[in-house]
């Protein structure tokens, strides 16, 4: 099992930009694919970014396709998620996952959650 723990939330303007990390402890992050995830308030949880387990491969919603950036550090067990432009429907709350498989999503483990607010 590996624990996850996000950083890097707050609140920001629109057309901002936040970085998010993902840091892993226990099992080895890179025996993961890894999966950003955020959850609106009254909307389902969706997955909005996921890298495979080099770091070679990624995955993008059409949502934030061009504006995030989804990338790997496995020698420091970290993921990151680097938003730009963002835009007030980007706010929500972001989720960290492990992921046994990829492209499709078998989660393992979550994290607990940051929350990111875009301002109009």
């Known amino acids: 099992q590996v624990q996850l723990v996000e950083s890097g939330g707050g609140l920001v303007q629109t057309g901002g930009a936040l970085r998010l990390s993902c840091a892993a402890a226990?099992?080895?992050?890179?025996?993961?694919?890894m999966a950003w995830c955020r959850q609106a308030p009254g909307k389902e949880r969706e997955a909005v970014a996921a890298?495979?387990?080099?770091?070679?491969?990624?995955y993008y919603a059409d949502s934030v396709k061009g504006r995030f950036i989804i990338s790997r550090d496995n020698a420091k067990n970290t993921v990151y998620l680097q938003m730009n432009s963002l835009q007030p429907e980007d706010t929500a709350i972001y989720y960290c996952a492990a992921s046994a498989t990829y492209p499709s999503f078998a989660i393992r483990s979550w994290g607990q959650g940051t929350q990111v607010t875009v301002s109009s």
């Open positions: 890298v495979n387990w080099s770091g070679g491969s990624t």
């Open positions: 226990g099992r080895t992050c890179s025996s993961y694919a």
